[in-house]
């Protein structure tokens, strides 16, 4: 007989239910059946599902649109096994926590086996990093410690997240088939339908066993505008549908422990969130109804396990005293500010929102920042020079930069990302001119205006478009939502861009194709300007130059914002074949941290990953070595070669990021995967213009046509009007 019936509902996103699939692949289950059921007016899935098999799913498809609850109920009206489990496909198991619980069952044959549920927004293969941030902070796993495996598994169902309000699902715990017979979810509702079940569900059951470090992955969607989830959806007032459905619970369910867990879920709800917004929200519903709510659920909330101060304050909720909750609230959330403040930074953004932020906006003051203050460069630096140029007087410049000895004409303010004067200078710039997404500590002021400039024309997918999010942050999406909001101008270097700048920052307002500043340079430097930077950069002046300069990868993370990089291009290899003839220079890009080591072809290539300004070395080089960057993008202005070595194509390709362009057939250049294909490409590379000219001809037209040299002219004649 089938033991267990996994029963998914499927709607959406067929990247999360292969998480889900391969998660119960993994938990080698031999008698058990997978009722997927599909709603019709969903993705389709069956080129997914010839990859599963091995899997005994059975498939009940509709050609209807279909709520969960009425998922959920067909896959128990077939259901076979002695026992059900539900999971949402876009969920997945960590490790093999349902084979744990099913051990478990076999083993004490309870009615009711349950684990931990975790809300994640990481992919599968990133999860465990998410488990040891939770565990540093204390916060996982939930320890069974004295507690027995009833009043455990209790302390699972209603979990001990402070942050939501959310007490029962019906996710991850086997139930016993019998127990359950003719109890269905109610069709009537399409969110949070969950509760009534479980209510009832658990009323019949009379054995628990909550299982220690059996984890199961409930995934916060990575895309908020296109992948919408039930709750996403479910729009309202969260709190109120979760107080009316927390009074539900507490009135319908029969088991005393039970209450008790809902009791002190909901002081932990209350003592860690509401409280603050109790206290300081200038939104008065959390002083007078959501107050009023909250008291009247705690009501019969007795005093034991709590600490002098929360009896205290459970004290002054239930008598209704709100001035002296308010009195007790603020000797104690005052009391954790300050110990929170041992960080300069916490108290530098403070200052920013509380001082800087309330004194008057200079009209004037134009700040300037480029790849994070690391460079003097990309289109903030020749928008810059455009202005200081021709406006000298008119404005006050401030630029953003790490390092202050930068040389920079005119001689601006420099301040340090994240100095007390960083923050002072950009709280009062009336306009700010970026290259990135600005940070999230800083909220733009009503009256300021930010220019994004935006750093390439994408080949690898950005923001939005991006499948899996492989980044150390889970939420890199929502990241270009919020920060593209708030721009006011946003630039592009063709028609190409803006097509996918509007789809992956989700953004609808006008992108001005103006060209990009940065590649201003390369229509108007002149034989002086290339002969100087040859030697600024103090390299051998007789040999040909060749620049290599290729972009990181999204799983290479050492820690966050900086990234390991081995090179793969094997230099001593080139330096024997090609050093009689040229140099190399190599440039990495800006989020990689280590050190090259060119130990061995020093006087063959070159470090100048800290060159200010890539756009100069484009002038210098000769030909042009990459791999998935958009630096081609640029160069190819010069219409010098250019050569890709993209030695992890598949895996760039199909796993880390996928592309906007057909990279096989669409760029001006060869593909290479090996140090011995570059050097045959460089020693032919008269034949290979010739091979390339039509595709570097059309690639011109396609993504360079705009330039002219007059891209920064542009853009300031456009805000400045
Ligand atoms: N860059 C650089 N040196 C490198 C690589 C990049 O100076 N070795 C600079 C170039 O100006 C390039 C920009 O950083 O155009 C962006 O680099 P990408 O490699 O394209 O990568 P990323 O930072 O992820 O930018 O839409 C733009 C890109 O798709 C995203």
Redesign the pocket.
């Known amino acids: 007989m089938t033991f267990i019936s996994i029963i998914i509902p499927f709607d959406t996103v067929k990247r999360y239910l292969k998480d889900c699939l391969d998660s119960l692949r993994e938990q080698n289950i031999d008698d058990c059946e997978i009722i997927l059921v599909l709603n019709g007016a969903g993705e389709s899935v069956d080129d997914l599902l010839k990859e599963y098999d091995d899997l005994n799913i059975i498939i009940k498809s509709f050609d209807s649109s279909i709520n969960v609850s009425k998922a959920r109920n067909e896959g128990l009206k077939i259901a076979e096994g002695q026992y059900v489990y539900f999971i949402d496909s876009d969920d997945y198991i960590y490790q093999d926590a349902l084979s744990k619980l099913i051990d478990v069952a076999k083993n004490t044959n309870a009615d009711f086996i349950n684990g931990e549920r975790i809300n994640t927004g990481f992919i599968k293969e990133r999860f465990a990093e998410e488990l040891d941030k939770l565990a540093e902070k204390k916060r996982y796993p939930l320890l069974k410690n004295k507690l027995s495996d009833d009043e455990f598994s209790f302390k699972l169902l209603v979990g001990d997240k402070t942050n939501d309000f959310e007490i029962l699902s019906a996710l991850h715990c086997l139930i016993k088939r019998d127990k359950i017979d003719n109890l269905l979810f109610d069709e009537s509702i399409v969110y949070q339908s969950d509760y009534e079940f479980m209510i009832d569900a658990l009323n019949r059951m009379e054995s628990f066993v909550g299982v220690e470090n059996a984890i199961y992955a409930k995934r916060i969607r990575d895309d908020p505008i296109n992948l919408k989830s039930l709750n996403d959806e479910m729009g309202g007032d969260t709190f109120l549908i979760y107080a009316e459905k927390f009074k539900e619970a507490i009135e319908n369910i029969n088991i005393e422990r039970l209450k008790d867990e809902f009791s002190s879920k909901l002081f932990k709800y209350y003592y860690s969130n509401f409280s603050d917004k109790f206290y300081a929200n200038p939104n008065k519903k959390w002083r007078n109804e959501y107050f009023d709510m909250l008291v009247g659920l705690m009501a019969d909330m007795d005093f034991k396990n709590l600490s002098f101060y929360q009896k205290r304050e459970l004290k002054a909720l239930k008598s209704h005293d709100k001035n002296k909750l308010r009195k007790l609230l603020k000797l104690r959330i005052n009391f954790s500010k300050l110990l929170e403040m041992d960080n300069m930074w916490r108290i530098k953004a403070a200052i920013y929102y509380k001082i800087f932020n309330k004194k008057e906006i200079n009209q004037k003051q134009i700040i300037f920042c480029s ?1 994070r203050g690391d ?1 003097y ?2 289109s903030p630096k020749y928008l810059y020079e455009y202005l200081y140029e021709n406006y000298p007087d008119e404005f006050d410049y401030v630029w953003v930069l790490n390092d202050k000895n930068v040389k920079v004409p005119g001689n601006p303010k420099k301040v340090k990302r994240f100095s007390l004067d960083f923050y002072k200078e950009v709280a009062r710039s009336k306009y700010w001119i970026i290259n ?1 997404r600005q940070s999230v500590v800083l909220a733009k002021r009503k009256d300021q205006i930010i220019v994004s400039t ?7 997918k ?1 923001g939005l478009d991006i499948g899996n999010v492989h980044t150390r942050d889970p939420f890199l999406k929502h990241s270009y939502i919020d920060v593209s909001k708030e721009w006011d101008y946003l630039i592009s270097p063709n028609r190409y ?1 803006t097509d ?1 700048l509007k789809s992956s920052f989700g953004y609808e307002r006008e992108i001005f194709e103006s060209g990009y500043p ?1 590649n201003d340079i390369l229509y108007n430097a002149d034989e002086n300007k290339v002969n100087e930077i040859k030697s600024r950069l103090n390299i051998p002046n007789d040999k040909k130059i060749i620049l ?5 990868r999204d799983d290479e993370f050492v820690d966050i914002g900086s990234v390991k990089f081995k090179l793969q291009l094997e230099l001593d290899k080139l330096k024997e074949a090609l050093s009689d003839e040229y140099i190399v220079l190599v ?6 941290s280590n050190n090259l080591d060119l130990s061995g072809v020093e006087d063959f290539a070159f470090d100048v ?1 800290r060159y200010d ?3 100069e ?1 484009y002038l210098v080089a000769d030909i042009l070595i ?1 791999d ?4 081609f ?2 160069y190819a202005n010069l219409k010098r070669p250019i050569l890709y070595y993209t030695y992890d194509l598949e895996k760039y390709e199909n796993v880390l990021r996928g592309f906007y362009l057909d990279i096989h057939e669409e760029v001006p250049g060869p593909l290479l995967k090996t140090t011995e294909e570059v050097i045959d490409s460089i020693k032919n590379i008269e034949s290979l213009k010739e091979e390339y000219k039509d595709k570097y001809d059309a690639f011109y037209e396609r993504f360079c046509s705009i330039e002219d040299g007059n891209a920064s002219k542009r853009i300031v004649e456009k805000v400045w009007k």
């Open positions: 790849f460079y460069s990309d990135g935006w750093h390439g024309t994408p080949l690898k950005l861009t996918i940065r290599y300069a290729p972009t990181w440039r990495t890009h800006y989020f990689i990953s300004d890539i756009a070395l990459t998935y960057s958009s630096v993008f640029d």
